[in-house]
Each structure stands twice: as C-alpha cells, then as structure tokens.
C-alpha cells in the first residue's frame, strides 16, 4: 500500500511517497523538498504574508502534479500536517484555509503532544545507532526552529522531558536588526539564549550526563561536516565550524554547504545553540546524527499516532517521575491506576472511549492526590494546579488540561460550567472529563482505606445500576460509605447507581 505524507515546516514545504508493508514498515519511494520562509514571517512579523501563503500553494500544486502524473490521489494525503509555530502566527486560521480552498487539503498543526512522539521516534532510533544512548545517563536535545527540548534517559528509558521557549529561527530573527557580524553575532546570539540556557543548566546540572546528542533540522544537515555516523564531533571542531560560518554571508553559507537561504539564516543560532549547551554540561563532545532530518520526520509522520506499548509506558513513566516529585503515595496511586483501568475495561460498551483516554485516566489516577504536597486542605484543587502547571511527556497541553481535572474532580464537587478551565472546554471534552472522572471517583472510593485491599471486581450491569462485586472482601463498609458520596457523577453522567457487595 502507498502512503503519502506532506509537511509544511518551518523553513521548506516536503513531501514523501512511500510503500506500507503489511508489517507496518515503510520504504520511502520518493521524496520532494521546496524552501519557504514561513518561520521568518512567523518570528519577524507574526503573521504570514500573502506572498508566502501563495508560494507554498505553488510548491503543493506542483506536488500534486508530481502525484497525478504517478497516479496517486492528488488530493487524499495519509498525512498533512504543518509546523508547530504556526499557531504563533496571527493569521494562521487564514493560512489553513487558504491552503484548503487552494489546494483541497486540510492541514493540521503539529501540537505539543505529537511533537514529543516525533522526537521520540527520532530518539528510539538513535538508541539503535548511537552507542552513547546505551550509556547510563544521556541527554538527547532537539533544537527546533521556535522550541528546544529536552529528554533525558537513563538507561536507555526518559528519565525527564522539558521545553524551553528557545529555537533556531525564533532566535535568528530576535537578532536579525543588530546589523552585527561575524563573532560580534555569536555572542549576541549567546545573549538572546542565556535565560533558556541557565535554565537548562539548573534543570540537569544535578544529573551525571555522561553523553549528549542533538537533533534538529539545521544541525543534522551539518553532521555530515563534522562527524562520521555513530562518532562523535568533538566540541573544538564545532567551534571551528562555527567561527569560519560567522564570517561568511548567506550566500556563501548556502554555495559551501549546499542549503538553501532560510536555513542559511538560522544555521548559525543552531550551531551556537548545540556548543552552548556542550559547554554548559562541560562535556568535549556531542554526537549529531547524520539521517536526514526532513525525510525522517515524514516518515515518523505516517507511523506516530499508532504508537503503543512503548511510547505509552514512557507517557505513564514520566507521570510516576512528577508523582515522586511531589511525594504522592506511590501504591495508593498505581492501584487507583489499576482500578480505573479495570473499570475502563469492562465498562467499553458503556463509555464508548478509546485508549488515549484510558491513558490520560491512568496519568488522572497516578497524580490526584500530587495536591497534598501543597496541603491536604483542598488538596484536589491544588492537584489541577500542579499538573496544569507541569509537563509529561507525550502529552500535549489539552491531554494536561483534562487530566488535571480529572484529578481535580476525584472529591468533593462534580464539574460546574463556571468552573475555570473546564468552562474553557469543547461540549466534546466537557463529556470526556465528566466520563473519565466518573470512573476515577468510583475507582478512588474503592481504594478509600489506601491499604490496596480491592483487587478482584466482578462487575455486572443492570438496567438502573452497576453493581461491583468485591471478591476476596468480606466487609465492604468502608468502600459503601465512601461510594456514597462518590458515585454521584457516574450516576448524574451515565444513569446508574453504584451497588457494592462482597463474598459475603
């Protein structure tokens, strides 16, 4: 089978036409790639000219020709999606649909969420072909054009993920009026970027990183100067690099390193980037992929919503990592986790959810009672706090934005329409937090004693009730009292009262 991705990224518009075995692999047939300036008009005015919505037209209609004349669907893309900074822009709305009545495609923006998957993937790969990455500690960045990430495995399993507000061509045209030059442009950029690189700095300064890999568009085009596949490049021979490239015009940096000129632009904030954070963790070296970047990534396009397994366990390993942050009971909150999941199971038929709400349910479980570490008093409203207030990995800030209140709605008061956050929401999400915290609240009061004593639920639906048979508990009163007053949302939500008995 053929399958066809198309990314408008930040600098350049691709395409890539592939061959899906039945195993799932995929082997690239063919790939197009065209430079567009979207990220300068992003960064530089904050909206995108016409002139450059009407050139990517151009580029998808003449790859759309390219597909008439293979006789593939011109038009019915398996995947298109555009950069994450395009929400940034004030017109992007504008930007989409001009895209959609030109060109009959629907883009959509890459969100916080599945950015992590494609860096995850990028990643998985480098654990294959990077003998750093089995090392004990390693930090893996990916610079991008408006973000830096970082993930830091131990292991080879994330130990840690954050974000910085720090990018190739958000810091380019942060610096792009200095008129400086050569070196003078160097420490400027080290200037723009000091605030996010002190904070990358407090946030892994504590961790023995024993090796660091950086991936990004700009930077991986340059490996194949620096470093040899699975080697790594030492930090003088980026500097080097760096030092002959500040003296050369855009013109020149595009003639000797066969780019084109939007990548030009932000080649040099990229290199100065990786070196500052090389120095800043007093390592001499840093390994650079030498894939290509872009080919990859539309590659990664066509798999990363099938992520299972693996990627999950690392979504839930990074929620266990803030649970621990914030000293929650760690088998109190497994066993709600495993509670959920049980009811999640079993009761399909009724929810009619699907499994990236089972996770955010157990991610919801895991954390609820993280709140407590501010005061018990009121601690689930200090729980929606923290969770809206941290990052986890894999999830985007709208998966967050309902675990929090799930969490939150774990006691005391159902969902209310002027509650903040949850008034904010889709009538669609509305339902899925009413759902997902329904089940937790049933969870949470079969684990009211927190001694882990409810393992086996025999459940049984009746046309007016749901009755949960605790095998193995000979005296449920605890879990009654406290179903009391914690069914409510599931009756008020799916219509039916919540029986509890046992053996006896």
């Known amino acids: 089978m053929q399958v066809i991705s198309l990314h408008i990224g930040a600098s350049s518009v691709s395409l890539l036409i592939g061959e899906q075995a039945a195993d799932g692999t995929i082997t690239p047939i063919d790939f197009l790639e065209q430079p567009a300036p979207l990220a300068h008009d992003i960064f530089g005015r904050g909206v995108i000219s016409p002139s450059t919505t009407e050139r990517i037209v151009s580029i998808i209609h003449g790859y ?20 994450n900074i395009l929400p940034e822009a004030t017109n992007h709305d504008v930007f989409l649909n001009r895209i959609r009545v030109a060109c009959g495609v629907h883009l959509d923006p890459i969100d916080d969420g599945e950015m992590t998957r494609l860096i995850y993937l990028k990643t998985r790969r480098r654990l294959m072909d990077t003998p750093a990455m089995k ?7 990916h610079v991008g054009p408006g973000n830096t990430r970082a993930l830091l495995f131990k292991k080879g399993v994330i130990a840690r993920y954050t974000s910085y507000r720090l990018g190739t061509h958000r810091t380019r045209e942060a610096v792009q009026n200095s008129n400086a030059e050569g070196a003078a442009l160097l420490d400027l950029i080290r200037q723009h970027a000091s605030g996010n690189l002190e904070q990358i700095r407090l946030d892994y300064e504590s961790e023995k990183i024993e090796a660091l890999v950086i991936i990004g568009y700009e930077i991986q085009l340059m490996a194949p100067f620096l470093n040899k596949p699975g080697q790594a490049c030492p930090l003088k021979t980026m500097k080097q690099l760096i030092q002959q490239a500040a003296e050369l015009s855009d013109y020149d940096l595009v003639r000797k390193f066969n780019l084109d000129y939007h990548t030009a632009e932000a080649l040099l904030p990229a290199m100065e980037i990786a070196i500052a954070i090389t120095e800043m963790l007093r390592l001499p070296e840093m390994y650079l992929p030498v894939s290509d ?25 990074a929620t266990h990592i803030l649970a621990e942050r914030y000293h929650s009971d760690p088998r109190h909150g497994d066993h709600v986790s495993k509670l959920c999941l049980h009811l999640f199971t079993h009761l399909q038929d009724l929810h009619q959810m699907g499994d990236h ?46 675990v929090a209140l799930v969490a939150r709605y774990h006691r005391h008061s159902t969902p209310r329409p002027d509650h903040p956050d949850y008034a904010d929401l889709s009538a669609d999400d509305r339902v899925r937090v009413c759902k997902l915290a329904s089940l937790l609240r049933v969870a949470d009061a079969l684990e009211r004693t927190h001694h882990q004593r409810v393992h086996d639920i025999g459940i049984v639906l009746q046309q007016d009730k749901m009755i949960l048979k605790l095998r193995g508990v000979n005296d449920a009163t605890v879990e009654k009292l406290a179903m009391e007053s914690k069914a409510d949302l599931f009756t008020q939500t799916f219509g039916l009262s919540v029986v509890v008995e046992t053996d006896g």
Do not use: M
Request: hydrophobic letters at 40%.
């Open 64 to 83: 759309q020709k390219t597909l008439r004349e293979l006789g593939l669907p011109e038009k019915q893309l398996t995947r298109a999606v555009a950069t």
């Open 293 to 317: 970047y872009e080919q990859g990534l539309l590659h990664d396009l066509l798999i990363s919503k099938t992520l299972i397994g693996t990627f999950e366990e690392e979504v839930l390993r």
């Open 357 to 402: 709400e089972a996770l955010l349910l157990q991610c919801a479980a895991i954390l609820h009672e993280v709140g407590s570490y501010i005061s018990p008093r009121s601690h689930h409203k200090h729980s929606q706090y923290i969770i809206l207030n941290s990052e986890i990995f894999g999830l985007d800030r709208l998966d967050i934005t309902l």
């Open 135 to 141: 090392r004990n500690c390693t930090l893996v960045i």
